[in-house]
């Protein structure tokens, strides 16, 4: 079975500090990875998406970055924090165009524990 | 994506069932109906999913609207558990790549 993992799962971190979050996922292959923001109280934000490996898609201007250095890792980073960036940080993966065997699936996403940061 | 709109809020008792509306009334005849969930502190959670028909699974059911325009997540006997943010999105069949986009969702509150 598939299992994704983030770590740290919570992190305080001063302003103009760098930042480097991990996830990976066990179980499968060729994945596509997403990191999402959740500020507090708010909805999902979709930060960047990868389809595969080096291939990043930016969704929203912002001084964070991500990279995928291998097929199943993907990271974000920051060189330095702002006030702004705390939140929750969950990373999610799905298969696409399809699950062998499964003619209906549409890109189901199954997402990690998350990391809370607190940018101070 | 097609946009949904669903209530801010709803209130259960433990033990009764929970009918978690959403109205989508631009809804493609190619869009499928995804149900997410957000347990507090916790990342999102796959509910069901289905296109035209009515669809049963483990955790819920999905109710269609023969026009498609709404539909209804369906928990049957609501737990403290399913207190959560429950999030209705739809998705393209068969598009290519497609990004799942969040709206607010509907928090819903089970009391004991």
């Known amino acids: 079975s598939q299992t994704i993992h983030q770590w740290p799962a919570t992190l305080v971190q001063p302003v103009g500090s760098p930042l480097s979050l991990e996830c990976t996922v066990e179980g499968t292959s060729n994945p596509n990875l997403y990191w999402y923001r959740q500020a507090a109280g708010r909805g999902l934000q979709l930060l960047f998406y990868?389809?595969?490996?080096?291939?990043i898609s930016s969704e929203v201007p912002q001084n964070l970055s991500a990279s995928r250095p291998q097929d199943r890792q993907f990271i974000l980073s920051s060189k330095k924090l702002l006030l702004s960036d705390s939140g929750f940080y969950l990373c999610?993966?799905?298969?696409?165009?399809?699950?062998?065997?499964?003619?209906?699936?549409?890109?189901?996403?199954?997402f990690g524990p998350g990391t809370r940061l607190t940018v101070l | 994506d097609a946009k949904t709109t669903q209530p801010n809020s709803m209130e259960s008792n433990e033990e009764e069932p929970v009918h978690l509306p959403c109205n989508h009334s631009t809804i493609s005849g190619t869009d499928y109906i995804h149900w997410y969930r957000q347990l507090p502190s916790q990342g999102p959670e796959y509910v069901i999913h289905?296109?035209?028909s009515n669809v049963n699974n483990r955790m819920a059911s999905l109710a269609i609207a023969e026009d498609r325009k709404s539909s209804t997540l369906i928990l049957h006997r609501a737990t403290l558990r399913d207190a959560a943010v429950y999030y209705c999105i739809l998705r393209e069949k068969d598009t290519g790549f497609q990004k799942l986009v969040f709206g607010t969702g509907t928090r819903l509150l089970v009391s004991p």
């Open positions: 289905g296109l035209t």
């Open positions: 990868s389809v595969g490996i080096g291939q």
């Open positions: 999610a993966w799905s298969l696409w165009p399809r699950l062998a065997g499964d003619p209906s699936s549409t890109d189901t996403q199954y």
